[in-house]
């Protein structure tokens, strides 16, 4: 795993505080919130697949929302205690990089709600699309 020093050249400062330093965009911000390009989102750190399109929907809370990670093995979760409210935070299972966190408010087939930083990730359009 890279330390500190090796993420801060490999990422913008913006990128680092959110994704190194558990940082959270605002709302309505960034690159995929209203995004609905087909492809798979990538860990913006290692480019490990993390979510897919087709599990992307728009929970109006201004950042990308998915209903399940590509696979449960590729998000790490911890408890998380911060700013006084208990929330599930989720990581890169690979990398460590902070994503964002999960919440049991989300649509059917699996009524959560990945609520994900735009930071923390890299979409790459699917084929032809
Ligand atoms: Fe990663």
């Known amino acids: 795993m890279k330390d500190d020093e090796q993420w801060r050249d490999k990422l913008t400062d913006e990128e680092f505080q959110v994704c190194r330093g558990k940082g959270t965009e605002r709302a ?6 209203d995004c609905k390009e087909p492809g798979v989102y990538h860990c913006r750190c290692c ?7 087709g599990t992307k ?15 449960a093995d590729v998000i790490d979760e911890e408890r998380d205690t911060a700013h ?4 599930t935070e989720v990581m890169c299972a690979k990398c460590g990089c902070h994503l964002g966190h999960v919440f049991e408010d989300g649509p059917q087939p699996t009524g959560l709600r990945y609520c994900i930083n735009s930071l923390s990730i890299k979409l790459e359009p699917e084929a032809g699309s």
């Open 47 to 53: 480019g490990e697949p993390l979510f897919d399109s």
């Open 28 to 33: 309505f911000t960034g690159e995929y919130w």
């Open 84 to 87: 006084g409210m208990i929330r």
């Open 57 to 71: 929907y728009d929970s109006g809370s201004g950042w990308p929302s998915f209903y399940q990670p590509a696979s």
